[in-house]
């Protein structure tokens, strides 16, 4: 597929004293959006690296404005960021079923790889070589963070001199995260009471930086460049692009999406309590992950301990070391890794039997898809019904300075999920004597080694996993490791 856009081009409202904007058929579209779901790794941080690198700098299908515009109305949301920004801009570009058909195609590969690597886990327990391949797999997830906290934080954040404040806010907010335990909710409220503040005393950095100004400005310079002859196609969602009729909001619209959404939920739902009762394995896996997916913010790492403690400790799906497993296949397989909670459902349906001892598998993979499903529902219907509201917004300051500094305070957070991950990388589980020894200098060179294709020679991110699981095989193998 072809990096550039189709040279096809809207003829309404371009005059000639504008470049036309390309736009992008629906297949290549759905070609994207498949694809992208097979190659979704590194968490959220690293799912909106790929789609900002693809969607912004190569493929020109949106601003780096309006990206970052969706993404802080994302950030807001509870449950999962990348997934509803995918489903934003799908909806953005092709109505109703193009933001369906970008959530839903970030999710199935995900949910279908899982289903098979739960069965294999419950099937046949451990395996050597595979410990091998996810040894050197979380290295590179860990690079794929850093290298989305440099391109997010260098884009947002600019100099310090330029943007001290919003460099404040993305310190406080990784100090709050990572050593004081801040919940996430108020980090982003804090950040946004720091934006509205800030442009209310006239502060310019909650004008420019984040790409949250009026798009007049920026669209005069993609013309001049243009003219000049410089090599970039325009973006098919430019800066100064109108919002187009689908997305402008209509009340008749909101309450039938809501309609529809409340019977989406309503009728399997139903279904579950007519057959298993209220009391159902299958009926309380999605009661419970409905209010996981309402109550939750901050994204995966916020919901797990929800999810531990009902999943492991309130109805016994699963075990607490099963658990850990099952997010070890989430940060290491595509899609959100919030897609945890296929695997808890697979481990619930297996032991519960919720088909019979004669289909452990078929009951194990629906609980797998019903929990799926009420998971991520709200997704789609918190981006369809609130979409044309926050296009409403944009380019308007008193609403998108907060959403600067949301994006400032987001910087730090992944930057919080990055020493995380490298924390949990360094220390060898279960290793005795000096601090030394408990130290894994393998698995921390292969951090930097990840990070320096990926920053520094700009190699591909599947590549790059790709790479780092080999280097964990032949390390687990040659027993270096």
């Known amino acids: 597929m072809s990096a550039r856009p189709s040279s096809k081009t809207i003829a309404a409202g371009v005059t000639s004293s504008q470049q036309a904007a390309p736009v992008v058929s629906f297949f290549d579209a759905f070609k994207f959006w498949l694809r992208l779901g097979f190659i979704s790794f590194g968490g959220p941080a690293g799912q909106i690296a790929i789609m900002h690198r693809e969607l912004v700098e190569e493929k020109r299908w949106i601003s780096e404005k309006r990206f970052l515009h969706a993404l802080n109305y994302c950030m807001l949301l509870p449950g999962p960021e990348a ?61 794929i963070v850093l290298q989305a906290v440099h391109r997010i934080g260098s884009r947002t954040l600019k100099k310090p001199s330029t943007a001290p404040v919003l460099w404040a806010v993305a310190a406080i907010s990784f100090v709050a995260i990572a050593f004081l335990d801040v919940p996430f909710p108020w980090v982003v409220l804090a950040a946004a009471l720091t934006g509205w503040l800030g442009q209310r005393w006239g502060l310019r950095q909650f004008g420019h930086a984040g790409g949250h100004t009026a798009g007049g400005n920026a669209g005069r310079q993609q013309a001049r460049a243009a003219q000049a002859g410089q090599d970039h196609a325009p973006f098919v969602i430019g800066d100064a692009t109108p919002t187009p009729p689908h997305a402008r909001f209509r009340k008749s619209r909101l309450a039938k999406v809501l309609l529809i959404g409340a019977a989406l939920w309503l009728l399997p739902m139903g279904a579950l309590v007519a057959w298993q009762g209220w009391g159902g394995a299958l ?199």
């Open 283 to 481: 009926t309380q896996m999605g009661w419970f992950f409905t209010k996981a997916a309402l109550l939750t913010f901050g994204g995966a790492y916020a919901v797990l301990p929800y999810v531990y403690q009902g999943g492991v400790e309130q109805f016994g799906w699963l075990t607490g070391p099963q658990m850990m497993d099952g997010l070890a296949l989430g940060e290491t397989t595509p899609g959100p890794l919030i897609m945890v909670v296929a695997f808890v459902g697979f481990l619930g349906g297996w032991a519960k039997q919720v088909l019979g001892p004669d289909a452990l598998f078929l009951g194990a993979a629906l609980a797998a898809v019903v929990v799926t499903w009420f998971t991520f529902l709200p997704s789609f219907l918190f981006i369809l019904a609130g979409g044309p509201l926050v296009e409403s917004t944009h380019g308007k300051l008193h609403f998108t300075a907060p959403l600067t500094a949301i994006t400032a305070a987001v910087v730090g957070v992944i930057a919080s999920l990055a020493l995380f991950f490298i924390v949990h990388i360094a220390y060898r589980t279960g290793a005795a004597g000096t601090f030394a020894s408990k130290i894994d200098f393998v698995a921390l060179a292969l951090v930097a080694l990840a990070a320096l294709a990926l920053l520094r020679y700009k190699l591909g991110v599947i590549p790059v996993i790709a790479a780092c699981a080999l280097a964990g095989l032949a390390v687990r193998l040659t027993g270096l490791g």
């Open 83 to 143: 997934q509803q920004l995918a489903t934003y801009i799908g909806w953005l570009m092709h109505r109703t079923w193009g933001g369906v058909v970008a959530g839903g195609l970030f999710v199935l590969p995900s949910l279908f790889i899982l289903i098979g690597l739960s069965w294999i886990y419950v099937a046949f327990g451990s395996v050597p070589w595979v410990a091998g391949l996810l040894y050197g797999i979380k290295p590179a997830v860990a690079a």
